[in-house]
């Protein structure tokens, strides 16, 4: 994997000025601090960016569920919020965290820096008093779990959210040493919610991981908005096209403000 460099690093006046009118540079610039109990090394693969008024912590129940959808976030898009309102209402969830990896496992080179799609995000949840937002050091479902299990009561159930064809990648494609004990491990850990896209996810009943089907969840959203990528709103917002109907309009209006994607090359980033 490759190391993404800090992202105080980066000097850019103009940036900076942004990302300072938003509070997003203070809290980049601020000291890790972690309470009595959670190991420091733990407390440093995770950041709020956002939390939630009325999550999981505000309702304080014996056994809350929290729905996890990450993702590079480049850019947040409605249909990334799609799939958390539908989650909050069709799987039970008290709360769904959005979470935005410093190292994505597969995706190296972003136009937008980790500093602008923090402010993106945390931009695009506001709205929702049910919706956080956090950075995590990595980006495989194990490891962010792992980070952010410690901020969550004992008993919490989590449910990571996920689109039909990363479904497929993770349960059916991907080259595990060992896919027993890998799936072993995931649903001993968490639960799956998959959203239709182009379609539900199909689970073979010949495939290990049927064997853990009760724990996989079938997601709707809307039709209009299972379309809805983030590819898609670069490549229109290259072309000088609108992007209205597929961003919240903080988040247009965030990426005009930083004249972002305007390039081909972004497009397939």
Known sequence: MVSRPHPRRNQN???????????LLEWLERPVRFAGGILEAAAQTFRWIHRASQGI?????????????????????RGHLAVGAAALEQLGLQEVLFVLPEQPPHRHVLEASLEQRAAMLRAAVAAEPRFSAAITRG??????????RAHYPAATTFVF??????AE??????PYPDLARALAEMFARFELGVADRQGPFRLPSHAPA???ASR????????????????????????GESVADLLPAEVEAFIRSQALYRTPEACSR
């Open 210 to 212: 049927a064997a853990y």
């Open 57 to 77: 912590w505000a309702q304080s129940l014996p056994a809350p569920r929290l729905g996890v959808l990450s993702g590079t976030f480049n850019p947040p898009t």
């Open 216 to 239: 996989i969840h079938r997601l709707r959203i809307p039709a209009a908005l299972e379309e809805v990528s983030a590819s898609r709103v670069r490549e229109q917002i290259a072309r």
């Open 139 to 148: 980006g495989l479902l194990l490891e962010i779990h792992e980070a952010i």
């Open 161 to 166: 959210l996920v689109g039909r064809d990363a």
């Open 169 to 174: 990648r993770i349960l059916l494609g991907w």
């Open 13 to 23: 006046p103009s940036r900076r000025r942004c990302l300072r009118g938003c509070g």
